[in-house]
């Protein structure tokens, strides 16, 4: 009967019998500008930083304009 030369750690032993694949990110899709995205991330939109369908940072108009 074959004997390993070497012991086996426990972490390589798990890592060859492990069963877990990745995945893909879940991602939904913006109401306000219809884009995919990640969930609970913030993604630009033709130079707006939008959140949850609201706009957060507008960087198409100066900021010295929105005084």
Known sequence: MPHPKHKISKARRDKRRTHYKSEAPTTGVDALTGESHLYH?????????VYRGKVVVDKSTPASAEE
Request: net charge neutral.
């Open 41 to 49: 991330r913030a993604h630009w939109s033709e130079d707006k930083l």
